[in-house]
């Protein structure tokens, strides 16, 4: 974090002394208060902290509209007389406690700032800057605290290390002083590339983002699309909405960031804001990390998105945190022009799985569709196989828990789309599961679950741990094990409606229990 502050800190140090600051309680005048916050401070950089940590911990804020500046009162100081907030960006607090500083107006883009404006009239916003070690050093206490919503009408406590002493290349984001000099960097930015920059919270920072792309908030769609790319430090979730709405992109977990195609259903403007959640983080809610505004002049009709899919799309540390490694399709999209794909994980754990397969343009039961989805389990590695029913774009659902575990529910753990173009694909189903296929069965043929009538079929499966299996037709076909441990045999379909595979862990029982049944075609 010390690499994003105008002067090296490390953080860790200020743990305890944090701790004691923010636990100070108000006094009825600001110099008792200043007394007590400096009783461990030893350095200028320790006062300030100390103050700074103070006015995060006890700042009351009341937003009456966007166009007002902000009425922040620090809570108690003065029992008769609460300190408006300009009074105490004044100097004030950091005067008594020896340290030089100077309170700087101008524009900002906040938690309320609609993404696209531009900056006219009177300043909206004002920060402090604090002389220290030969140089000054940027801080806002206001956003250090927390934020307001939306429509300025909330104000939610929540401490963003991000805004003490921040690096000015990283303060210019979304605070632009109306005194040139107040920017310290150089060479100087203009008002209207300030305009243009990428909204980005402190938030975005302070869970550890580094990179974002485009670096302009006013973006336009290619072909339909645009495609944003944030990358950080650490595994972390990320959600987004375009207008409200969460099911106009296809979201992509990567090591430590994100990437998001954004595909507005219609033309227009819209605003599209991204949040985002550390994997470790204690926090139940995701933090707002920045926004765009999109152009799109076009719609890419050959490309609808699903009615209902979930982000994120796709492998990713995520699947892998719930067992499933080393994926044979590590993108989230898989192009399979001749209607069949398979799809293959490594597992590190024990586990059970269940899946759904679904397209908006194919009106078949869920039934039927699971058909059409062949699961095989060895060992650790898992592989489904997938015979599409007609072209489309298909939403495919992977499900999974621990068999150890006795909660019957199986959990989200990846989901990929599946576009398929091929106007003559029209694949039957696979054969229908019994209980008796279990994890460690494969089926090599047939694999269709309809079967020509009066013809010879070829069998060939492996099913461990039974002493027969017979296919049950109009009359009984045995099948025998070859020396690589499969069943297989010819079998003929005959005038039969079905053709099921029995088997039996016992050489002379005579009792079978079903493993997979076929269909025979009507004459």
Avoid at 322 to 335: D, N
Avoid at 358 to 374: A, G, I, K, P
Wanted: proline share 4%.
């Amino acid at each position: 974090m010390y690499n994003l502050k105008s002067i090296k800190m490390d953080l860790t140090e200020f743990e305890a002394f944090d701790t004691y600051a923010c636990k100070v309680s108000p006094k009825s005048t600001v110099q008792k208060l200043v007394k007590e916050l400096l009783l461990y401070a030893s350095t200028d950089l320790e006062r300030v902290r100390a103050i700074w940590i103070w006015i995060c911990c006890h700042i009351d804020i009341q937003c009456y509209s966007i166009a007002e500046t902000a009425n922040v009162k620090i809570m108690g100081i003065i029992t008769d007389q609460p300190l408006n907030y300009c009074d105490c960006q004044k100097l004030g607090i950091l005067c008594l406690a020896g340290i030089q500083c100077t309170t700087i107006e101008g524009y900002s883009k906040g938690y309320n700032y609609d993404v696209g404006k531009t900056f006219t009239g009177e300043d909206d916003h004002a920060w402090n800057a604090v002389f220290l070690d030969g140089k000054w050093h940027l801080l806002d206490s206001t956003w250090g605290a927390g934020h307001v919503n939306e429509t300025c009408t909330k104000f939610t406590f929540k401490y963003v290390e991000f805004y003490f002493f921040t690096h000015p290349t990283l303060f210019i984001n979304n605070h632009f002083p109306n005194d040139e000099k107040w920017q310290l960097i150089s060479p100087k930015i203009s008002l209207k590339i300030f305009e243009n920059m990428v909204f980005r919270t402190g938030e975005f920072y302070d869970i550890g983002l580094t990179y974002i792309h485009p670096e302009v908030q006013v973006v336009s769609t290619v072909n339909g699309r645009v495609i944003i790319n944030v990358e950080g430090l650490y595994p972390t979730y990320f959600m987004f909405n375009l207008d409200g709405k969460k099911d106009c992109g296809i979201l992509t977990i990567t090591k430590y960031g994100m990437k998001l195609e954004v595909l507005p259903q219609t033309a227009g403007e819209f605003r599209l804001k991204i949040y985002a959640k550390l994997f470790n983080s204690k926090e139940e809610t995701f933090s707002f990390i920045c926004a765009y505004l999109v152009k799109c002049d076009f719609i890419d009709e050959n490309f609808k998105l699903p009615k209902i899919f979930h982000n994120p799309l796709g492998p990713s540390w995520i699947t892998e945190n719930q067992g499933l490694m080393k994926p044979s399709h590590p993108e989230p999209i898989i192009y399979c022009d001749d209607g069949k794909c398979k799809i293959r994980f490594m597992l590190n754990r024990d586990l059970t799985f269940t899946s759904k397969l679904s397209c908006d343009d194919v009106t078949l039961s869920d039934e039927v569709m699971r058909n059409h989805v062949f699961k095989t389990q060895q060992g650790n590695w898992v592989e489904f196989q997938i015979h599409l029913p007609a072209a489309g774009l298909y939403v495919f659902t992977i499900f999974a828990k621990e068999k150890a575990k006795h909660n019957p529910a199986h959990d989200h753990v990846c989901e990929y789309f599946i576009s398929c173009r091929g106007k003559n694909v029209h694949w039957p189903s696979f054969p229908k599961i019994f209980s008796s296929w279990t994890d460690g069965c494969e089926l090599i043929e047939p694999l269709s679950g309809i079967l020509p009538r009066n013809e010879m079929v070829t069998f060939k499966l492996k099913i461990p741990h039974v002493r027969k299996v017979q296919v049950y037709g109009k009359t009984p076909c045995p099948l025998t094990m070859n020396k690589d441990g499969y069943w297989e045999g010819r079998c003929y379909t005959q005038d039969s409606k079905y053709l099921s595979v029995g088997v039996s862990d016992k050489m002379f029982d005579t009792k079978f229990t079903f493993a997979l049944q076929y269909e025979i075609e009507d004459s």
